[in-house]
């Protein structure tokens, strides 16, 4: 099919609530590593990664090349046949996660893997109730949604009963109304108000991404996940880390974002990276909380032998060549590239992230913040314009997520500067400017 055909099948035969970037969609066709190339032969240098999915590179052949050996061996075996793909990953985790969570239940997305968690943490504790952040985003399920704090990924469903969302650690637009230099963690403070004012006082869990991924990358203080941790006990609940995103070394040095915060969680949910693109999901915990679970249980493509052979060895990958510590080193330059840049472009009113995780906010004013919707869309378009490919989140769409495979090298860090140095100008260049 031609590019145009894809485009009006895309919008004759699915929902059309599935979004595409751009004016006109970029239709992909293939992808090696760190490029993808669009139908039409152009390529691009990939720092999205599908939504923070593509961990190791597109199309690796360390990990393509034990999925075709699996598909020949055993395609797909439901969790009623144990199978050694899926025993194999189940192990390797219990290796890597921290403290006493060694056990996984395996589904097929981040969305399950949540939706799980909060499961099982409603049976473990007897009580019901679950608090989650504002800007938090945990998937597309009707309970799932409950879970994020975004009104636009609430409207198609009706909430979900039991479920109340504190203050987010979102310093750049401190709700508070503090500086980094009076900072006292009132966010985290919160937590403790709303369980005290919004739940009957005995909550099942508390459920938190490290780093907010749909939000827009952001990045809470040092201190808040400790102070919360305490909360969450004082009121009988768990400690849900959502590491969709973060986990699989993407935040540098450490497996799972959680860990640079030294807090030990009850459960951890993970997704996307963990498989280098294959539909995975995992919730894992302690064999304690796993064994809450007294009814059946089973998961038709949950940890199905093909997806597990990729995940085990997309971990194995990252493992060997020290990807995590790639992503600190490299995400660190990274990070230096868009102050750089920050400096040069008003329009850019904040950087943050972790490892290779980095966003920008763009404003229009740095002093009233105001946010930049508009001319975050053009950049984007500018960004593709010169073959490379950015994400887009933020409550006000108007931040810039960055996600490239962890094995890039400063080199990729470099084009991708120029690159978006080359977009900021376009859009800051008038429209006359830019007809001429």
Known sequence: MTKDEIIRKHKQYLFPSVGTYYAEPLVTDHASMQYVWDIEGKKYLDFFGGIVTISVGHANPRVTSKIKAQIDKLQHASTLFPNEAVVA????????????????????????????????????????????????????????????????????LPGAHGVVHAMNPYCYRCPFGSTPSTCGIECAKDVESVIQTTTSGQIAAYIAEPIQGVGGFITPPKEYFKIVFNIVKQYGGLFISDEVQTGWGRTGKKWFGIEHWEVVPDMMTAAKGMANGMPVGATMTTPEIAASFKGLQISTFGGNPVVSVAAKATIDLIEEDRLMDNADVVGGYFRQGLESLK??????????????????????????????????????????????????????????????????????????????????????????????
């Open 89 to 156: 990953l189940a192990e390797k985790i219990a290796q890597i996660t921290p403290s006493d969570i060694s056990q996984s239940f395996f589904t097929n997305s981040g969305t399950e893997a949540n939706e799980t968690a909060v499961q099982l943490a409603r049976v473990h504790t007897g009580s019901y109730e679950i608090v989650a952040l504002r800007h938090g985003y945990s998937g597309r399920s009707q309970l799932a949604q409950s879970l994020t704090g975004h009104s636009p990924w609430r409207k198609s």
């Open 343 to 436: 400096e040069k472009h008003h329009l850019i009113g904040d950087v943050r992230g972790m490892g290779l995780m980095q966003a920008m906010e763009l404003v229009k004013d740095r002093k009233t913040k105001e946010p930049a919707p508009q001319e975050t869309v053009q950049f984007m378009e500018e960004c593709r314009r010169v073959g490379l490919l950015v994400g887009k989140g933020g409550l006000f769409n108007n931040v810039i997520r960055m996600s490239p495979p962890m094995n890039i090298a400063k080199a990729d860090v470099d084009e991708a500067i120029r690159r978006m140095d080359e977009a900021f100008t376009a859009v800051r260049r008038p429209a006359a400017a830019m007809a001429r």
